[in-house]
């Protein structure tokens, strides 16, 4: 079954709820808003249409969490990023300073074809050039993350 193609903006707020949630705790909606640089207004919207995509789950006054579905696509998209992160910097030899902004640039498009790729051609990294965690294919944080 193919999957639905989810847009830039859903992956990004999921991806937002799930780093500062930090696996433990609910978000609320004015603090997405703030990371994610939108309005309250904003936040809750897209709250509301994850919640009705299954992405996340919402209880007013009680912020909102991402559900399993949610968490996959958000881990999903941290992984493309840091390697990409990180193929930028080994590969193309772009300053580590300058490598995040691109990789945000094209963290969505990537596919999973070429993901797996660079993954190889990296010899299957755990970490991106700033140290950070590079989840595996099958989207689990490696042991000393």
């Known amino acids: ?34 990371k ?4 309250p ?8 249409k994850l919640a009705a ?5 919402h209880a007013p006054y009680r912020g909102v969490a991402v559900t399993p579905a949610g968490e996959r696509v958000a881990i999903e998209v941290i992984r493309h990023h840091r390697l990409l992160e990180l193929y930028l910097a080994e590969t193309l030899g772009i ?8 990789a945000d640039r094209l963290e969505h498009g990537i596919s999973e074809e070429l993901e797996a790729r ?5 010899g299957y990294p755990t970490r ?16 000393d993350a």
């Not at 994610?36 to 309005?39: D, E, I, N, R, T």
């Not at 991106?128 to 042991?143: S, V």
């Open 1 to 34: 079954m193919a999957r639905v193609p989810l847009s830039d903006a859903i992956q990004d707020y999921l991806r937002e709820i799930y780093r500062l949630a930090d696996g433990e705790t609910r978000v609320t909606t004015t603090a997405l808003a703030r």
């Open 36 to 39: 994610m640089g939108v309005s």
């Open 41 to 48: 207004a904003s936040a809750s919207a897209m709250v509301k």
């Open 53 to 57: 995509l299954g992405l996340a789950e």
């Open 95 to 102: 300053d580590v300073a300058d490598v995040h902004d691109e």
């Open 118 to 122: 660079i993954d190889e051609a990296l």
């Open 128 to 143: 991106d050039p700033h140290g950070d965690p590079i989840p595996d294919a099958n989207l689990e944080w490696p042991e």
